[in-house]
Structures are given as C-alpha cells and as structure tokens.
C-alpha cells in the first residue's frame, strides 16, 4: 500500500528540502536515526520516504534495530484518536515507550530523533490559483478529506523540513521512567514543532478580541484605569471603556487566509509595477528566525515599504510581521485590510495620555510573548530626501523595557534596506521639500495614484542588514542587567543610553546593505556636473570608476552593486526615460532633464554614504593641488563627525585614521593622486588630465554638504556670539540656501530643507563647538572659527565668495 502511495504521489508531488546540509547531518552517525513527524498522515510520511530515498540516508520505514521486529524508524508524535474522531491523541506514543525502554536495559545504547515537517504549501517563489489558497498549510488540525485537498492543489509546492538530529538519551536526563520521561520528550518535541510552524507560517494567534481582553486584564492597565478614574471623575465602566477602545484602536486582526490571498495579489501588483523585487541576504533570516522574537527596522522611503517587505518574507516561506503602522492609515476599507495583512495601528504621539500609553506597551508585549515578529519604521515617516532620517526611538524603547520586564525569548533587530529605482511619491516628495504642505492620507488620495499603475517603476531591492542582538547591546551597557530587578525602568538611565546606542547601530547596519542600483549610479555621475550632462566616454569611465571604488574601498560585505556594464546601465537609463542621449559629431552627449534631476536626488542619497569617505578626501584636492598627509587627517578628523552623523557612517572616530590610509591607497592606486617617495604629501594629477576630472566629479558628491555646513557658520559668524537663537538662524540658513540654490541654478531640494541644518546645529552644540546662553541665545568662542577655517581650506575661492555674498546681502 506504501509503495503504490509513493508511486501515486511522485507523479504529482515536487518538494523543497530544507536545510541544505541535511545529508551532512545525517551521514556517519554512531547512533540509530529515528524520524519524528508532527501528526499522522500516511501522505506526510510518503513523501519523507521519497526524500530520504533521493538524499540516500536512513529511511523511515525500515526497522530501526534488529532485535526490534515491530519497531520502524519513524513515529508520530500526535495521532487522531479514532477513525471518525479527528481530535489528537496527545498521549506519548507507543513505539516512543519501545524506545525508552529499550534504552533503559541497554545503558550504551542511544538513539538520535530527527524531527521532520511537512509543509503543503509553502514552498518559496510559488504561485497558484484563487483556490489553491484555501488549502495553504496553516495551524487548524487537518481532516483528512483536506489533506487530500492540499496534496491535489499543493502539492507541487512543497517544503520538508529536517531538524538537527537530538539525542534521546539527553532528552530523558539520568533517571529513566518510562511514563514520565516520555511525556517529557513528547513536550520537547511539541514545544519545538511549535517554533518551527511559528518561523514559517506565524503564531497560532487567537481572536483579536482574545487578545484585547487580555491586555485589559493586565495588573498595569487596571492601575491607569483607576488613575484616571480618580484624576478624571469617571466611572470604572467609563474608564474601561475607554481603555477598550484604545485597544481596539491599536490591535491587528491577522488572518491566514487574507494573508495567502494577499500573497497572489501583491504577485500581480509587482509585476505590473516593478522589473523585480530582489531580496538580498535571505540567509540571514534563515540563521535568525527560529527561536528569536525578531523586530524587523526597515528604512522608509515608500508606502510600498509595507507590502514590499511583508511579501518577500512570506514567500521566502516565513511569517510576516505585525507592522507598527501611523494612524493616518487607518483609512476607511484600507483600515480593515492593513489589521487583517498584520497592521496594528499607533499614533503619532502619546504625551499626556497615561491610559493609551500603558494599554499600547501591554499590546505590544502580548503580541511580542505570543512569539509574533513586529517591524516599524524607526525614522518615524518616510524620507523625502533619500537620506536616512534622525531615528525615532520611542517604539525603540518600547521594545527594550518590555524584554526587560520579560526576557522570554531573546530578541534580535533585523536592518531592512530599501532601494528603488523609481518611487512613486517622488513628485510629491519634490514638492513638499520646495515648500507644499504635505498631503493627508486619504482614499481619494489612493485612488489618485492607481493611475500610476500603468508606469514603469523598475526594479526595488529589499536588503536584510546585519542582525543585532538586543542582549549583546545591554551586555555593553550594563553586564549585569540578566540580574537586576527593575522595579522602575524610567529611573535608570542606562536604558536610554542603550537605546539611543541601538537605535545608531541599527542605522548604520541599514546603510551597509545598500543597494546600488544603475539609476543611482547614473544620479550621483551626472548631478556631479554643472547642467547634468556629460560626453558619453566620460561618463562610462566615470562609473567605471564607481564601480572599482566599491570593490577597491568596499564599504560593507552586504552591499550589492548592480551586475550591468557601463553600456547596459546607459541603455537601462534610456529606457526607463531618466537619461537621453544627444547625437554630436564629436561624440554624443547623455543628459538629464531638470525634472529628472530633481528626482535623481533621491537616488544618488540613497548610496551618497558609500562614496563619502573617497568624495570627501577628494574635496581636500578641490581647491588645493598639495596637500600634506597630516592635514588631510586633520581635516578629515574635523569634518568627519558631521558627515557621519548626518549619512550613519559605518567607522568610528578611533578607526578615522585607518580608514582615510585605505582611502589614498585607493585613490593613489587609481592614478587619481599622487605621493611623495616618504608619503608624506600627495598632489593630484595634473588639472588637464582626465584622472583630474573624475577627481573633481568624484568630490563633487559631499561638496554640497560641505557648503552646507559653511553656509550655516556663515550665518552664525555674521549675527555674532549670544545675539542669534536657534530657531532664527535655521530660518535664515534655509533662506539663504534657497536664494543660493536660485542662484547657481542647483538641482537639489534638501541642500535647504531646514531639518539638515537643524540636524548639524543640534550636532555642533553636542559636540561643545556652540552652546545655549541662559537668554536661549546661541554662543561660540575660537573653535567654531577653528572649524570654519577647516571648512574654507576644503572649498574653493568662488564658492566661499559666493556663499558669504547670499549670506551678506
């Protein structure tokens, strides 16, 4: 009857067999191999027959010693309890007593369990029809007319999971009676079933309204509530309810089935939109995912981040996340759609309000305790500049108090990085950085832009960071924080040192995943030069260069850089209408539009951290054909903490030294500058050559920011010490940069979107360069000039001039 089964089932039947290294694990081993699966099913254990038939390894129906006639190599943990009767006999199973005692009467005697799942289903990069997905594998105990009805519509899509082999006898401990022990390895395994089923499919999570009721229970929220009878003459039914709605305000209603509908909707919806959506470093998900809550900490740049990112993890065959989302989508329709995809709604801000705030953090740890992957975005809205945005930390500190008050599981953040190549706010985003208010969420707002739909947005790439183990950041900040009891966590003040140390490091661990895209390339060449256009050889070879720059200085390992040629990435550009091509008899000429431009500023920000470090050794040589070694460490030193805050630069300043060394070896290997026999000087080619040129087009990607910087002590300069406040001068260097930008005709919105110089103000103060007067006034003394003649030394003449001309008219 096997054998026919099996015969049946490998016409139809195509499995994926998880991990790689299963023959590894399973070859040579000393000890007897048993099989475990979760629940009978003769289907499951056909094609575990078929499996272990194509990796040549033990197979479960053989016996498994010799003196035991009756004793096969496999078992079920959990069978139905008759025929007709389809609930679960949960009782330790017969063969596992066989084993026990056996083991028990021969001391030198073990045998390794190796824990198997069947997924029907669930198979990575798979499509089916509306119907397949109603028998997708999910948590509901399987029937088996269902079975069969997964089997016939998935069976084509398939995962077998096999786990690290566990020895029998560690899991029994010293003693060995055979009743007790056996229940004991009976919930080892069932414990470990559920996290498997946990990191592919989600938690087994009850109703939302299970959940709600919960989190109104808890001895916190029945404090507030009493608080905010007394403070508020309400009644308790008042207050409750008001914690009620709060709660029902806030929660997820997640749903399987909406979750599998989505997945062929959204498969559609990318294929209409996008080239391809590519998800770099899937393997460390794999590595991460089971046995850790994780917190998924995109980067923001898109609506489409939501989807985009919940998609590709689900079908890499793992649960999507409850997603922190602003309440301003809490949209009529599209509200009821984001709970059931995992959306919990939050809002923008909980100051003064104790009853949300304590109801919110209880919801949060409920759905963290229950094993739930979360993710929020910790720039708190999405970049209009392309740049990373100051992190948000309030979700951040959430996160850590909860796991202090219960470290169940241990909790490890996941950096994702998002890079388009087309988004499709980035008209909007243009006109909100040129001074349009920003446009409220809104249906009628969605359905303006389904006419997008027929545009072509190019490829987008979702690349996973390094993790982070939250454990390894309170090790850094209090090793002993695994024996503490924290009575009261707002009074300790490590916590939020660690926070804001977490919330850094996970900024720059997104940042070293970028991805560089050939419309990132193709930004950050052509808005190097004066009217974004460039002879097409010059611009071939200077991205050339790029390219090489990344492989000669890599900024990280998990960085990827597209595979195009120079001529493919000019053809791409062309093609997706963000570059033409000029016709000239002495060599075409490539440009873009000013529209295009504009837009391109996004792109070329999105990878602008990754050429920061060569781009700014590079502006030393702008106006200065000699420069000794020791002064570019020292303007590198002092211009470095500012660029690195503002771009989450990746080394410290102790690694400063180091890094700018690898730097003119780069360069210097290059041809793009030149040392002295003891190095002790470097110049740069000679200003007729074309190593010369793609030095300059080379700085002119952090000029801009250094102007920045300059204007802004400009400013400062002129009013004087104590006689400017804060607000005043933001307004005034953003004028400024606005008139400059009229000008000179520069084509980039956030060289005066004010929060860039309220950014480097904030970061000048923490570094004692200006200070607060008791009036609110802003003061300085000699090192602010110490760092503005630094700044003068890196530009040249005309733009100095040009600069202290705005800034005096």
Known sequence: MNWVLRRLLAVWVRFKIRP??????????????????????????AVLQ?????????????????RGKDLRSFFYLSRPRGFWDERLDRRPPPQLAQMIEALRANPQLDIDLVPVAVYWGRAPQKEGSWFRLLFVEDWALTSRARKLM?????????????DVPISLRSLLGEEIGIAVRGRRVARALRILYAKHRAARIGPDLSHRRTIVTRVLRTRAVRAVVAQEMREKKLSRHQAILRAKRYAEEIAANYSHAFIRFMERALARLWNRLYDGVEF?????????????????????????????????????????????????????????FLRKGGAFFIRRSFRGNALYTVVFMKYLAAIMARGHSIEYFIEGGRSRTGRLLQPKTGMLSMTVRSFLRDPARPVVFLPVYFGYERIVEGTTYVGELSGKPKEKESVFGLIRTLRKLKERFGKVHVNIGEPIPLADVLDRHDPEWRTREI?????????????????????????????????????????ATPRQALPEADLLRQMDLYRTLLRGFAYSERVTVTELTGAEILAYGISMQVISRQPHGLGDIVRMSDESAVLATYYRNNILHLFAMPSLVACVFASNSRVRTEDIQRLAWRIYPYIAAELFLRWSEDELPGVVNGVLACLEEHGLLECDADRSEWHRPPPTSLKAMQLSLLAQATIQTVERYYLAIAQLVKAGSGQISQSVLEERCQLTAQRMAMLYGLNSPEFFDRTMFENFIDLLRSRQVIRNSSGGKLEFDELLMRVAADAQFVLNEQLRHSILQVTHS
């Open 280 to 336: 770099g470093h899937v393997d460390t998900l794999e590595r991460t995912a089971e046995g850790n809550e994780i917190v998924y900490v995109p980067c923001h740049r898109s609506h489409m981040d939501y989807l985009l990112l919940s998609y590709a993890i689900y079908v890499n065959g793992y649960a999507i996340p409850h997603i922190a989302a602003g309440i301003n989508l809490n949209l009529p329709v599209v509200g009821r």
């Open 150 to 162: 997964q089997v016939l519509f998935n069976g084509r899509n398939t995962i077998i999971e096999f």
């Open 487 to 527: 009575e009261d966590d707002t009074r300790v003040p490590w916590i939020g040192r660690a926070v804001d140390d977490l919330a850094g490091t996970i900024m720059r661990n997104i940042n070293s995943a970028a991805a560089v895209t050939p419309i990132g390339l193709l930004a950050i060449t052509l808005l």
């Open 20 to 45: 790689d290294d299963v023959v590894a694990r399973l070859h040579g081993r000393n000890n007897h191999v048993c099989y475990v699966l979760e629940r009978r099913s003769v289907m499951d254990l």
């Open 50 to 66: 078929d499996a272990c038939v194509r990796l040549k390894v033990a197979r479960p129906r053989k016996r498994l010693m010799e």
